[in-house]
């Protein structure tokens, strides 16, 4: 199952006399997808996965006190 975005300027003619319209995105799986990018592969572009975050908050231990590092002196 892939998401595609209908260019501007191009509308994507799809079964049963359903239209999509320019900037709209549409869900395309198995033969319909294959018969889409068949005809009218210019007319859509894919759209990207939206990315995962990664920045999952996690519990890290404190280091172990006696090998914290020390603060340098003032001159």
Sequence with gaps: ?????VKPGYCLHLPRKVFA???EEVE???DLEKEVLE???WKV???PEPATEATEA?????P???RAVKEA???
């Design 21 to 23: 319209h320019p900037g």
């Design 45 to 47: 572009e894919c759209v």
């Design 1 to 5: 199952m892939a998401k595609y975005m």
């Design 28 to 30: 395309l799986t198995g």
């Design 58 to 62: 996690r519990d890290v231990p404190e």
């Design 64 to 66: 172990p006190k006696d």
């Design 73 to 75: 002196k003032a001159k």
């Design 39 to 41: 005809k009218q592969s």
